[in-house]
């Protein structure tokens, strides 16, 4: 069966600094991976996603993943956190039409 | 604007009672899936439907029901409603039916039984 595990419920970074949200899935093939944020009160908003080929995927407001099958990561990154980033971020597995989600990781930014 | 529409943004209701939930999909989009979203449980895919008919099943319990009708809009039956059925509602939809496909959410409709 297909599963992501989120590493940290919680993450705070400074205004400016690199924001790190860890994510491993489990997957006996290979798998398509996909990150969401959602703002309060607001549905999910797909951030980026995984199929094939480029293992480096560039999404929305500055965000981007890496795909380490060595590694079963697929880590959300953003060089500079902006105070616009706090929300809640999903990473997802997809699996036939079903979308397994992690626990979420609620990303803090402070001045 | 994800083009997801899910009507009403919020409901009040008791136990025992028993509601309706409402999705319009994205323009073109087939696919129309629902999830509960909860403290205890967090993100749980209940059901999808492909152009009408349903295609898989998730954590969906005997009481809940859905359906997807041929202008493509679909309805969450919820019945017999418990506290437990307390939770954010929320619809997708995607083009087609591949794993492939990301899906895009509507805001949800936020469940409150008392």
């Known amino acids: 069966a297909q599963s992501v595990t989120q590493l940290g419920s919680h993450v705070s970074v400074s205004e400016g600094a690199l924001v790190l949200l860890r994510c491993n899935y489990s997957?006996?093939?290979?798998?398509?991976l996909f990150w969401y944020v959602q703002y309060p009160n607001q549905g999910l908003q797909l951030l980026l996603k995984y199929t094939t080929g480029a293992t480096l995927v560039k999404g929305i407001n500055g965000f981007e993943a890496e795909f380490k099958k060595s590694e079963t990561s697929f880590h959300l990154t953003k060089p500079s956190a902006h105070m616009s980033d706090a929300a809640e971020y999903f990473c997802?597995?997809?699996?036939?039409?079903?979308?397994?989600f992690g626990t979420g990781t609620r990303l803090q930014v402070t001045l | 604007d994800s083009g997801v529409t899910q009507t009403p943004k919020h409901l009040i209701t008791a136990t025992g009672q028993r509601v309706t939930l409402r999705c319009s999909p994205r323009s073109g989009d087939l696919s129309v899936y629902w999830y509960q979203q909860s403290l205890d449980q967090g993100l749980q895919f209940l059901i999808q439907?492909?152009?009408?008919?349903?295609?898989a099943k998730g954590n969906i319990l005997e009481r809940f029901s859905a359906q997807q009708f041929p202008d493509l809009h679909s309805e969450l039956n919820l019945s017999s409603l418990e506290l437990g059925d307390s939770a954010l509602y929320f619809c997708?939809?995607?083009?087609?039916?591949?794993?492939?496909?990301?899906?895009?959410f509507g805001d949800g409709t936020r469940l409150s039984i008392l």
């Open positions: 439907y492909y152009n009408g008919e349903e295609r």
């Open positions: 997708a939809s995607s083009p087609g039916q591949g794993e492939f496909q990301p899906q895009h």
């Open positions: 997957s006996s093939v290979p798998p398509y």
């Open positions: 997802a597995v997809g699996k036939g039409s079903k979308l397994t």
